[in-house]
């Protein structure tokens, strides 16, 4: 077991606040290495002040931090002969036998999907046709064979074919009257007409991306965001989500928002950017809590009020609006105006974020936990795990939160009578209450042992536990924080910029890096394909893109991954050997200077949670079909 320094000052302790129950925001441990307790699986201490990524592995590192973004400097003259010469011995290390099988199996995959051609794009062969002209424009990007650029050409001109006169993308069969903003309807096919816009050159696919960019534009809230949908008549879609507000839900806001930056950087027209700095004051107008709880819920009407949508998604604190929503949209918002306001409460808001995770794990709670995961297996997704600080939602005083299922919370802890007077309509507070499973309402402890005698705990639907726990990952606001921590606006603004093109110094240190990433041994074990994995075993390019959004995530459990955001080596190696070919290719000078450095990552479209590192093989993409050093350059107004 790991041995604590003190670990007194990172106690919870409770505190009385307005007569309720409310969890004291924790205080940092002694500053140092951050610890990690193998015998619960869990870090002690990551609050702001305990934020560091000193002597953590590389697995440590990417699990609580995303991918890393690499800067070079200029060398010596003595040093760049070093480099050189270090460049030179490194290549002919490197096992060319499996370089040259990894890529036949890469040329075979494309060649067998390009065949694959939908006819149309609707149904479930929407995704395929985005995710197979990303992997066809990248393929081509890498490998400069023409077929590849001709198939990612022939799907992008399908989803073109696709897109209505006002600009936007079909909705299931619902019809030209609607439009769905969130959950990548229009983003999506927003970003594949740029990649074929900037590898072709050709005007239509940018007036497309324009003609999308300009109707979202039209739907923007008075508030700066973006609801979940719209209706041109006013006739309601059958579907849940916000229309007439503004949605931290499912990327409504924080994709149109991309939409907008890009879309003033590529005609250089203030009308796309000129309201997105009113989103900065709505976030602070919509922040629920009382004292130090902060956080939002994920869908608001346009006067701040909060709003519900699915059962799971009601007028409480929801931890993956903070992680989904409000924490990237105070990130961009700050790298653009440098306003401290917006990175002390995004402090705030992680701040409560830790103390539940920290009253979380207490003993007791895990083992019940644990308890119940064993005898709970979802039809689906098979066993359920829990993680410390991401309930469904939580009461605005701090003073309970759970599962969130028929439009109200399943409380963790006792329901107080004070509780029932101040949220009532908002607690199943008997197993009375709205469909819920037979058992104590409130009592964590009790559902334990029920689980342990073979009983039926008192929820079962809906990602099984729990939602929450199972898809959000906490460490693009991580990275955030301890960036700023380091180095203020100019710390964290260095690690979203990186240049467009290298300088020979920089270009032959990224061909050095890559070299010894074709020679890492896990990366070449991986590549390797040992359990048939690899890209040959994926049946489209869904699974071969989708991965890239779960390429650093949480730790295993028992061998299964607790959270969708895995690693992506969990499932498929088929990433692994793309990494191989490419970082061999640009070791070898095989992928120009100019290639190498696709500029600033920007504001992540790819892997928007979990960011991809700086010479990923896949990369920023989406950011990528503009390159920038600085894609934050943009005069919105500050307050």
């Not at 460049?87 to 040259?100: A, P, T, W, Y």
């Not at 995704?127 to 197979?132: D, F, P, Q, V």
């Not at 110094?505 to 020679?519: E, S, W």
């Not at 088929?574 to 070791?587: G, K």
Request: charged residues 25%.
């Amino acid at each position: 077991m790991v041995k604590f320094a003190r670990v007194e000052s990172i106690v919870l302790t409770a505190c009385i606040v307005a007569g309720l129950g409310v969890w004291a925001v924790p205080m940092s441990a002694e500053a140092g290495p951050l610890v990690f307790d193998k015998e619960i699986g869990h870090y002690k201490d990551l609050s702001y002040e305990a934020l560091t990524d000193e002597g953590l592995s590389l697995a440590e590192r990417t699990s609580l931090f995303g991918g890393e973004t690499v800067h070079y400097g200029e060398l010596t003259a003595k040093q760049r002969q070093a480099k050189q010469k270090e460049l030179d011995s490194l290549l002919k290390k490197i096992d060319m036998k499996l370089v040259k099988q990894c890529e036949a199996d890469i040329h075979k995959w494309l060649d067998g999907q390009a065949k694959d051609l939908p006819p149309a794009y609707s149904g479930r062969d929407t995704n395929k046709l985005r995710c197979g002209a990303v992997a066809f424009f990248r393929a081509y990007e890498i490998f400069g064979d023409k077929k590849y650029l001709d198939a990612g050409l022939a799907r992008a001109n399908l989803i073109l074919k696709a897109q209505w006169p006002k600009g936007h993308w079909p909705w299931g069969t619902l019809g030209e009257n609607f439009v769905r903003i969130q959950d990548g309807f229009n983003d999506q096919p927003f970003w594949i007409m740029l990649y074929a816009h900037k590898l072709t050159g050709d005007k239509k696919y940018f007036d497309s991306a324009k003609r999308c960019a300009d109707l979202l534009l039209s739907l923007q809230r008075p508030g700066g965001g973006w609801g979940d949908q719209w209706s041109f008549s006013g006739r309601g879609s059958g579907h849940s989500g916000i229309v007439h507000g503004i949605s931290f839900n499912d990327n409504p806001t924080n994709s149109s928002f991309q939409m907008m930056v890009m879309m003033y950087r590529m005609p250089g027209d203030k009308k796309y950017i000129a309201n997105l700095h009113k989103l900065g004051d709505f976030i602070v107008k919509a922040k629920m809590g009382e004292g130090n709880v902060v956080g939002w819920c994920a869908q608001y009407h346009d006067n701040g009020r909060p709003a519900r949508a699915r059962q799971y998604e009601i007028e409480v604190i929801n931890p993956s609006s903070l992680t989904r929503g409000v924490g990237p949209l105070l990130t961009w918002l700050y790298l653009m105006d440098g306003d401290e306001a917006h990175m002390d409460l995004l402090r705030k808001a992680y701040a409560w974020h830790e103390a539940v995770r920290q009253k979380e794990m207490e003993p007791w709670q895990l083992e019940a936990w644990e308890a119940m995961s064993k005898a709970y297996a979802h039809p689906m997704w098979g066993r359920q795990y829990y993680r410390p600080g991401w309930p469904d939602g939580g009461l605005p005083d701090g003073s309970n939160w759970g599962r969130c299922l028929y439009f109200k919370i399943i409380p963790w802890y006792p329901v107080t009578a004070q509780m029932k007077r101040k949220y009532g309509n908002k607690i199943h507070s008997s197993e009375t209450d709205a469909r819920s499973r037979p058992g104590k309402i409130g009592y964590l402890a009790d559902w334990a042992e029920v689980a342990r005698s073979g009983g039926k705990i008192p929820f079962d639907r809906i990602a099984g536990l729990n939602h929450n726990s199972r898809g959000n990952s906490m460490s693009q606001v991580h990275r955030a924080l301890l960036e700023h921590k380091r180095g203020g606006h100019k710390g964290l603004l260095k690690y979203y910029t990186n240049p467009t093109k290298y300088t020979s110094d920089q270009y032959v240190q990224a061909r050095v890096d890559a070299a010894k990433r074709a020679l890492d041994k896990r990366n070449v074990k991986l590549a390797a394909n040992p359990e048939k994995k690899g890209i040959l075993a994926i049946t489209d390019p869904g699974g071969l893109i989708g991965q890239k959004g779960r390429w650093h995530g949480g730790t295993l459990v028992d061998g299964k991954q607790i959270t969708k955001w895995g690693q992506a080596f969990g499932s498929s190696a088929a990433w692994y050997q793309w990494q191989l070919v490419y970082d061999t290719m640009l070791a070898q000078g095989k992928i120009s200077a100019d290639a190498a450095a696709p500029g600033g990552r920007g504001l992540e479209t790819a892997a928007w949670a979990t960011h991809l590192d700086s010479w990923d093989a896949l990369g920023e993409w989406g950011m990528a079909t503009h390159e920038m050093e600085n894609h934050f350059d943009v005069p919105i107004k500050k307050k």
